[in-house]
């Protein structure tokens, strides 16, 4: 999340908007207190209009916060680790029917 003064916001309005195009929230700031959020209009979504609706009415409760970036594509996840030690021992037991 990107952080600019008034002053840097007024500024720099056009390259806060890209940001914000590029899916990164960007607060405002004045005299050190957070007085505003530049937020993409449409986040990295498939989502219908109705259920975007409902999430913004839980996001203004306070029930739940929306996160800064799309979630990780498929190979962006951590690849797995074999088993290995104790576990392996049991599992292989189990497959045997021991």
């Not at 908007?17 to 986040?43: K, M």
């Amino acid at each position: 999340m990107k952080q600019a003064t008034l002053e840097e916001a007024a500024s720099a309005l056009s390259e806060l908007i890209e940001a914000a195009r590029a899916g990164e929230s960007v607060v405002i700031t004045e005299d050190g207190v957070a007085v505003a959020r530049i937020l993409p209009a449409f986040p990295h979504s498939t989502m219908s209009a109705e259920d975007e609706s409902k999430l913004d009415r839980l996001e203004r409760a306070g029930l739940l916060r929306r996160g800064e970036r799309p979630p990780p594509t498929l190979d962006q996840l951590p690849t797995l680790v074999p088993l290995s030690g104790v576990l392996d021992a049991l599992l292989e037991e189990r497959r045997e029917g021991r």
